[in-house]
């Protein structure tokens, strides 16, 4: 049985007081339907363990393919909701093709959608979810990329001012989280005022080298600079999931799938 671990990464911020309780979270992404256990149960008990405020998708949770099934991941989905915590969940490459290409894909995001949003699931696409933990505001920004960023053998210059037509200016004072699913441009998220992006995508690299890291993206790109883990530039942050599951060429080597634990803690 594949091995699933659990990585937390612990980062620091001045907008929550010291002596209030850290903010717990807890990053999924890359799933692609995949299953873990019956009714998913392996990755709700990891979830359960973990305790987490907030249960964050960083995209790609399905497979954008034509009559692709999706069965499994909207039992994640059931499963998370009788837990009555929180859940976000943003679109990756393969969401947003479902969407943004109905002549192809037909209702199936539509449909996907739907379900989430009536089971209490947010899905904020270029939109910002709002909300409190203790005196701390915490925005939530789902970024859609367009598609041309994800296209195979092709890496395309970002300055980001695509993110700032989408989401325009964070809010002073706020604590800010991006899900941009593509880790690549971490510098601009950063500039842009993201405090800490969540990101999926490049699956860890696929086959991981020991002493240098991943080995390729899905765009045929060799060793992917931000392949897995926590990043951090002047005081900005970027956790990297290596994803949950596979499709087309489902390789992981010296690669395991990970739940990603985020706490918060303040220094405010």
Known sequence: MTELETRTFEIRTEKLKKEERPLRLLMLADLHNGQWGSGQSRLLEAADAFS????????????GQERAGMNHTLELFEGLAKRRIPVIAANGNHESRMRQMPE???TQYGQYAARL???????PVNETYRT???SMQVHIHGYEMPLAYYKKFCFRP??????????GVPEAGAYHILMAHNPVYFKQYAKWGADLTLAGHLHGGLIRIPGIGGLVTPQAKL?????RGLFERKGKYLAVSPGLGGHTVPVRIWNPPWLVGIVIKGTG
């Open 52 to 63: 987490a405020d907030m249960i964050l998708c960083a995209g790609d949770m399905v497979l």
């Open 104 to 106: 192809r894909y037909g």
């Open 117 to 123: 949003k009536a089971l209490g699931v947010q899905i």
């Open 132 to 134: 409190c933990y203790g």
């Open 158 to 167: 970002y300055d980001g001012a695509d993110l700032s037509e989408k989401l």
């Open 223 to 227: 060793f992917p600079r931000y392949d």
